[in-house]
């Protein structure tokens, strides 16, 4: 599958088979996050995956979808041991945690798998399922799984809407 095929078939999953990931699949998808780019190559991220049956539907009550992303047969905690800064003044936390997730979405797809991010969460509560310790940032969750349906289509703005050329034209 190429990269633009991948683009094309991923999509917010919120069902799932319940069927467990080959550890292969989850090699494969942690190195695809290992490989992604971070500022000053700090490689921040940290993922914390539920797979227990207990855990992982703790984890999903402290999302926006706690059925449907309980039958997920991973919960990802995307977390990030930075707290830095970059010169241009944004966190370098979410981006290069946001870079090796969209790494392991794309990849999962590829394998067959689908995925969900999930910013509508108790961060707390999370931590405490967890035991992420305070000082790390838990940045997103990912849901990752078999899917039990297909892709519904959602839509998008053309290009021409998001891109200008030389001077900033909207
Ligand atoms: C940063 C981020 C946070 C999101 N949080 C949630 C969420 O909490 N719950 C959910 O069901 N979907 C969530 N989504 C999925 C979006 O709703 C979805 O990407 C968007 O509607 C486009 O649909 P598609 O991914 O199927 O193309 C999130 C997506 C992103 C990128």
């Known amino acids: 599958m190429t ?8 999509y917010s999953c919120r069902a799932y088979q ?3 990931i080959e550890q292969e699949k989850l090699d494969k998808i942690f190195e695809a996050a290992r490989m992604a780019p971070s500022a000053k190559n700090l490689q921040d991220w940290r993922f914390v995956v539920a797979t227990d049956k207990q ?7 402290c999302t926006n979808h706690p ?8 919960l990802i905690a995307a977390c990030s041991v930075c707290k830095d800064t970059m010169r241009c003044g944004q966190q370098i936390a979410p981006i290069d945690v946001s870079i090796a997730l969209e790494h392991i979405a794309l990849t999962a797809t ?25 000082e790390v940032v838990i940045i997103e969750l990912m849901a990752l799984g078999y899917p039990a349906n297909g892709k519904r289509q959602t839509t998008r703005e053309p290009v021409k ?3 200008c050329f030389d001077k ?3």
């Open 161 to 163: 809407n998001f891109v």
């Open 168 to 170: 900033w034209n909207f």
């Open 55 to 61: 855990c992982k539907q703790q984890v999903a009550e």
């Open 3 to 10: 990269v633009a095929e991948a683009i094309a078939k991923r």
């Open 18 to 20: 319940d069927k467990p």
């Open 110 to 134: 590829e394998l067959g798998l689908a995925t969900c991010w999930i910013g509508s969460f108790d961060a707390e509560k999370v931590r405490q399922v967890l035991a992420i310790p305070k």
């Open 67 to 74: 059925n449907a992303f309980g039958q997920a047969a991973a």
